[in-house]
Structure formats: structure tokens, C-alpha cells
């Protein structure tokens, strides 16, 4: 019987290899789905109970270990782990036996080994790819959170990994199903980016406990979701909830990392094992498939980092699904095994014809049971969380600047260690701060490494643009450089110089207005725009707590303020600063001391004294400085030694900022602490209140109450808290004000008392919580606990709708893709001289667009093309103006970017929208849904609805 099967291998095997001469050609085109996804997947049997055992290693992008670490398979003692002997392994047995297949999910680590093979190598892997054996799920860098990352981030990381996996092996086949096991609950955003890009489905492990047993019950375990309130139907995406967790079943781990006995299967052998092996899979299979509804159910058979002996692996499932099989004919049995993928299995549900219920909300919070939520991770890492925001706008920015100055392909290796560096951060290990605090000092020295070397871009492409011609005379070209310190005060260039430029660049599509903040240690400065006007000038004393902060190198007391005004969008406009030798008007003026007093011009004025209530309130009444000047006025809080704060109000805007310092966090108490800023109005909002969704649609939230089951609540603090990635509102019932704050990076907020909302800034812990990390979340720096920086900005507004304002959509794209600062050093002696060989003002594109309308992505992609994305800002119904549909031609967006051909895509920029994707009948929509296709009169106009996001890849014309 053994070498019956081995026989039949060996002739499939050979069949395989005769037929697919052709599939090892380059394919470097699009993907249309002409070819059926699906061909490779192997029958499932009418009647039967078909199992899908779905072999898989969960590699994480750094955990416990450093990228480096878990690929190479160094710090064994920390963790067995080594990722680059998992994909020698797996592809070896996939060679041996065409039958079986396994899931890649990890595209930075399949990228990084593939180009170490040899040729022949390369071109092996390259078949077991096309013919579904080595299925790729996912397909981005990395296994991202959903709840702390930001839209632009997860949609960057998913294409830049789909763009590795063309350059790999082609346009076919494509990943069209979602592998999401290990995400800590799960974003409505994640889910429409997903659909949008042409998934077929997601996987889930971790959901709430509750949420899961009750789905169990019901049998709802696999649902339809609706991802966005806005996309209707299109945003669809079929969602299967794994009953257990994501490794094999209990007793069949046959991993080199697990105790489970292999099969046995000599019956001369006293551990001869069949029999009870093949009668406990079949009760586990039957046990499984009362909580599902189809006869088809998915099983995962790995774990994280295992495969690193495949053989073992292998070899053990094939006879597990030899014998349960031979049931089939010996017993009567029902039971059909068949090695499998997620998009496979997708497409034997799909085809029981089954109607699924809609789900609207999201999957948040994650709790694992009464007294563990999985929220604190949403501020955990506080510093690393804005350095992540931080590196994505220096992304965006780097990107739009090497199309916009046409540079040389010999600077794209930075932008590639970029774009690698930030879809390594969104790992659901990375930016969340679960991590150990090596490895996230390993992440930020690489994001570090990736931005600077990205600044050689940055600079190469505005000397390009700024210089008028080349410069004969003496002057060296002034290098450009951004102060990535500047949120402590600290920037050796505007401290230094008695002479520099600065730069700001918006990287948004309308004209925006940007206040530039810089320390220096002169008495007096004047600044001049590109028309040579002088402009006015305040120096603003720096907050005292930062004089003392732990590597902190500035000896700047002050910082110069001034106002960049009307930059262009996709633009610039550059600045002479000289020192001046005597003080003149502009220095702030001191107010009286203590509370009460007001700051602000007109709208919005901010009334002192602002106190928190419980939980444990530092100050009742802090120290307090205010100072007044013609540009800005701030009240300068203490209220200990480790918590600070600055309320902010420029003169010309219609909002405040509050600017936040927190740490070192005491712990001489012996226990950690958790610190929130919250905000306390009078408001009557009935336990509501609103969170964004990675930066998107806004999610309507209840205290103690989910959506979708009767939720039962022991830890009313925890179990309440969302992620904030951008915004959190409450309105008032009554009078329809409402209470906007915006974040600089992901936090973790609710509403626990009517007219109150709160943030947390900072945590720091004591205790390892026993859920795989092992250590405390206690981060220090320079000896001592870690010290944040960071704002909140704040918006009270009269509207009958929450959080919807035109105002707070700016704000938040303002904090998304904010205005980048680049200083230089110049030797021009006055600005007649620097003016007359630089342009000082540059836009990117003929006309601003439409304030509802947004170029998300505009980067090189390969040859002589651009990769071109369009983003509709508003939802349906947000506005009645700014909701409406617009239509932009494409032909009059760039200055200097000829196009010769425009090719739509789906949102990951790898296929063309008529991809044949899955259709599935819903309780409310029983017809197929249709995808989007242009009906534009020319391929150069563009209609974009609420919410949309349309992506174009872009030829340039040559000379």
C-alpha cells in the first residue's frame, strides 16, 4: 500500500513538470485573472465532511527576536526559530510530493531568501508558486496589526509586497485570500482595504471570547462583512473564525517543536498508532463541524515558526490523510481529508450556495476572557508609535519628490529600505509595542537607518527643483536636511547658523498654511518668504521640563515661530532666516501668573483653569506661565515633576493644541502606572461616543454594549477602551456640539462618564502579563523610564453630526501627511543673492484638486511608470457638499508629467478590476454584487464617489 501511493507521487510529479515549461517565463504584465485562481485546488467530495488541513509556520517580523535574528536563526536560546530553514525545507517537500501545499504569509522574509537561491532554485519555487503549491496569502511584507496602524501604512504595505512577489514570479497567481490569525482584534478599514484590493475572504483566530463562543453557538463563525458604510456591497468580504486557535489540533502537531506522537504505522510495531490516531481526527472533524454550515471545514496544521523540518511535518500529515481517507472505502466513513489553502477552501464554501449574515461593526476589543482586553497595546510604545507616523510622512513625501524631480533609478535603493522599513513596522509585533524591548530597539534603529538614507532623495530632488541652474560660483549646494529632534526642541542647523533656508513642503493636494517652529539661541530673527517679504516673528520660551530631558544636546531656551503661508500643494516654499544682532518686536510677552485667564483670538478661546477628575489626579491646580505674543499664545502647565503641558492656540486658527510631556513614569511604588489626559465637558452623550478606523470612517461606539452580542462586562475600564489612530468625538445630544481631539500617533481611548473623554498618553508596567512575551512593558532610556512627547489637537464645534466637519478633516489629513521641514545651511550673504539662483516656490500640479479629494499615493514604479492613487476624503452622507461625487481629469493633475498610457487597478496596484472575484449571497443582498468598472467617456476623467480610493499605474511619455 506504501508504495502504491509513493508510485502515483512520482507520476504526478513528472505530469507537473512536462507541462509547465512555459509557466517558468518572466510574466511581467498586470494580472487580468484570465487563468482560473483556482485550478490547482484539489476536489472536495459531495456528501462528505471535506476537512482542509492548511499547513502554514506563523513567522513573525520580529518578536521575541529581531527580524535578523528569527531569519537567520541566531539567539536559538531565546526561541527555536529560523526562518531561512523553513523555506528550504517546505519548497524541498513541496518538490518530492505535488500533492501537498503550504502557505507563505511573510513576503520581506520570502523576498530576502528568494534572491539568495541559485537560479535553478529560483525557477523551482517559481513553479511551485504558479501551481498553487506554494500558495502565498496576504502577499504584504508583513502580518499587520489592525488596530494602532494607520490606512495609508497598510495599504503602502500590502502593495509594496505584492510588487515583490510580481518581480518574483509574475502576474499569476495572484493572493487572493487574507491570513489574518494573530491580528489583536480586527479593523472595519483593514477589511475594506482588503476587499477593495480583491480578496475573496479573511481568516480570524483571536476575536473576543465572548463574541467567539456565541458564533460557535449560532453557527456564525463564517459571516459576510460589511467593511464600510459607505462602499456598500463592493466593500464585502467573506470572514472565517477559526473555532480554536491557529496551530494543528491537540495531538497532531507534528512539528520538530511539539510533543505530539508521529503516526505510527507499523502494525508489527508495540507504538503502532493508527487506529486511535485516525479515530481521534475524525471526532475532532466532527466535533469542529457542528459549529459550521457548509460540509467543509478549515483546519490549520502549524504554529509559529514551525516547518524548520519539514520532513517531519510532511510525512506524518500524508499518512494522516492516507488512513482517514481509507475510512472511506473500509467503514462507510464520511470523512474526506485534502491538503489545502485558504483561497481553496473559500472556493468549496463558496460553492455550497449558502446565504451568510452581515456583520457592520468591527472586531474590537479583543478580549481572551474576563479580565485580559487587549487594549493597552493601542499606546503601548508611545515614542515608537510616533516615530512610525513620523517615518510614514517622510515616506510619502520622499516618494513625491523623486517623481516630481524625475530623479535617477540610482537612488531608488532608498526608497526601497524605506518602503521595506515601514511595512516591517506595521507587523501586528512591531507598532503595536509587543515586542521585546530589544527588538524594538531593533525596529527603530531601522526605520532610523531607512529615513536617513532616504534624506539623500529628498535632497537630491530639491536641488533639482530649486536650483535654476547650475551654480558656477563659489557657493558649495546647500544640503537639505530635516531635524527628526525637533519634537524635543533639539536642531543643530537653526541653532547654529547665523544664515539657513528653510523649505516646507506639503505633500497634500490643496494649499495649506504651516506654523514652523524652531529652536535657536539668537535674540532676534528675520525671516523672509520667496516674494522677499519680511514676515513677523515670535519667539516663544522652550517649556522648562525640557531643558533637563535625557539627550537632549540643544542649548536653545527659545524657539523662533513663524508662519509658512499658502505653500502649494505637492509644493514648496522656501525661507531666508538670518540672526539679527539686537532684539526687536516678536518676543513673546509674559502674562500674569496663576489659572484663570484667557489665550486665543476669537475662535477658539480656552478658559482656565482646566482640572481633571478621577482616576488619580496629579495636580488640582498645576503651576502655571502664560505667554502672549502676535502669532501664538500658550500657557506653559507643570504638574510634577514628570507630567507637563503646553495649551496652544495660533491666532489664525480655529482650533488648540495641547502638547503633552510624560515620564520618566515612577514605579518606586512597586507597581506600574498608566497615564491618560482626559477632557471633561458638560455634554450629555448617553455612553456614546466616536472612534475613527485606521484613520477612515468613523465607528460608532457604546459603553459596555457591542453590536452583535450581549456583552458581558467584568472589567468596565479595559473593556471599553478603543484604538484611536487619528480621532475620537463625543456629541452633545442636546445642544449638537461635539468634542473632537485628534492624535499624532495611535492611543487607546473612551468615554467612561457622560461628557468626558480621555487618551492614554503613556504605560509603563512592572509585571509580564503571561502572554508571551516574557518581561514587563518597563521602557527605559539613558538610565531611567521612558519620557514621551506628544499632541493632542482639539476641536469644539457646534454641527448636528459628529466628528463631521470640513474643518476636522483637514485637521486629520493635516496630521496624516503633515508639511515636512527642511533646513540648510547657506552661504549666501543676503536673499536678493540665495533668491536670484533658487526658485523659491514650486508646485507639482497645475491646479490644486478639490478639498475632498486627495493624491494618496503618487510614487515610481518601474518602467518609466508611475504608481497614482486618488482618494474621495468624505463619507456618504458626511456633508452635503463635500460628499458629492467629483470627477478629475487626470490630464491636467501634474506639471511635467506627460502620460502616454493610464491602466486602472484594483487598490494594490497588482490586477486589473475585473478580476472574477467570489460573489456571496448575504440575509439582505441575494443578487451578485457588482464590482466597480469605469463608465467614464475618456480613460484621463475619473469619477470618485464617497470613500473611494481609484488607483491608476501611470506610463510617462519619453523624449
Known sequence: MESDRLRSWTIHLVLVLSTCVTCLKEVTALSDSTTDPFQFCHPVKQGMLNVHLVPHSHDD????????????????????????????SVTDELLINPDR???????????????????????????????????????????SDEATTYYQCLIDQLTWGFRRIHDMFGAEPLPLAAWKIDSFGHSREMGSILAQMGFNGVFFARIDYQDKYNRLQDKTAELVWQTSASLGTSSHLFTSIF????????????????????????????????????????????????????????????????????????????????????RQQQKGSTINVLY????????????????????????????????????????????????????????????????????????????????????????????????????????????????????????????????????????????FQSCLLLNISDCAISEKSQVFTVTVYNPLSYVTSHYVRLPVTGVSYSVRDPAGTQLPVQLVPIPSPLFSLPGRKSKATVEMVFKAEDVPPLGYKSYYVEELPHRVRGKSDLADDGMDSTIGNKSPTVLFPIRNTKAVVLAATPESVTYTGEIVDEVHQIFTDWISQVVRVYKDDNHFELEWLAGPIPVNGGSGKEV????????????????????????????????????????PISANYYPVTTKIVINDNKTKQHLAVFTDRSQGGTSHRDGELELMIHRRTLHDDGLGVGEALNEQQYGKGLIARGKHYVVLAVGNKPGKTALEKDIAQRRGMSPLVFLAKTSYSSFEKWAQKHKTEFSGVKQPLPRNIKILTLEPWSNNTILLRLEHLFEKGEDDQLSKSVTIDLRKLFVNLPFSHVTETLLGGNQQPKNGKLHWITEKHSQKKTEHTSRESSPYLITLMPMQIRTFIVKLKTE
Open 61 to 88: 517580523v520580529g518578536w521575541l527576536k529581531t527580524v535578523d535574528q528569527y531569519y537567520y536563526g541566531s539567539k536559538q536560546e531565546i526561541q527555536k526559530a529560523g526562518v531561512q530553514y523553513i523555506l528550504d
Open 101 to 143: 501545499r503550504f502557505v507563505q504569509v511573510e513576503t520581506y522574509y520570502l523576498w530576502r531568501w528568494f534572491r539568495e537561491q541559485k537560479a535553478r532554485k529560483q525557477q523551482q519555487v517559481k513553479e511551485l508558486v504558479r501551481s498553487g503549491r506554494l500558495a502565498i496569502a496576504n502577499g504584504g511584507i508583513t502580518s
Open 243 to 326: 473555532n480554536n486557535h491557529y496551530s494543528a489540533p491537540s495531538g497532531f502537531c507534528f512539528d520538530i517543536l511539539c510533543n505530539d506522537e508521529p503516526v505510527n504505522d507499523d502494525p508489527d510495531s508495540r507504538g503502532y498508532n493508527v487506529d486511535e490516531k485516525v479515530n481521534n481526527f475524525i471526532n475532532f472533524a466532527r466535533n469542529v463541524a457542528k459549529y459550521y454550515v457548509t460540509n467543509n471545514i478549515i483546519v490549520p496544521m502549524g504554529d509559529d515558526f514551525h516547518y524548520q523540518d519539514a520532513h517531519v511535518n510532511f510525512k506524518n500529515m500524508d499518512k494522516l490523510i492516507w488512513y482517514v481517507n481509507e
Open 340 to 479: 489545502s489553502t485558504p483561497s481553496c477552501y473559500l472556493k468549496a464554501v463558496n460553492e455550497a450556495n449558502v446565504t451568510w449574515p452581515l456583520k457592520y461593526d468591527d472586531f474590537f476589543p479583543y478580549g481572551s476572557d474576563y479580565h485580559s482586553y487587549w487594549t493597552g497595546f493601542y499606546t503601548s510604545r508611545p515614542n515608537l508609535k510616533y516615530f512610525e507616523r513620523l517615518g510614514n510622512n517622510y515616506l510619502q513625501v520622499c516618494k513625491q519628490l523623486f517623481v516630481l524631480a524625475a530623479l535617477n533609478t540610482k537612488d531608488l535603493k532608498y526608497l526601497d529600505a524605506l518602503r521595506d522599513a515601514l511595512g516591517i513596522m506595521q507587523h501586528h509585533d512591531a507598532i503595536t509595542g509587543t515586542e521585546k524591548q530589544h527588538v524594538a530597539d531593533d525596529y527603530a534603529l531601522i526605520l532610523h537607518k531607512a529615513v536617513t538614507g532616504c534624506e539623500k532623495i529628498t535632497n537630491n530632488a530639491l536641488r533639482e527643483l530649486m536650483h535654476k541652474k547650475k551654480d558656477e560660483s563659489s557657493h558649495q549646494p546647500e544640503i
Open 676 to 715: 491618560i489626559s482626559r477632557f471633561s465637558t458638560n455634554f450629555e452623550n448617553n455612553g456614546t461616543f466616536y472612534t475613527d478606523s485606521n484613520g477612515r470612517e468613523m465607528i460608532k461606539r457604546i459603553r459596555n454594549y457591542r453590536p452583535t452580542w450581549d456583552v458581558k462586562v467584568k472589567e
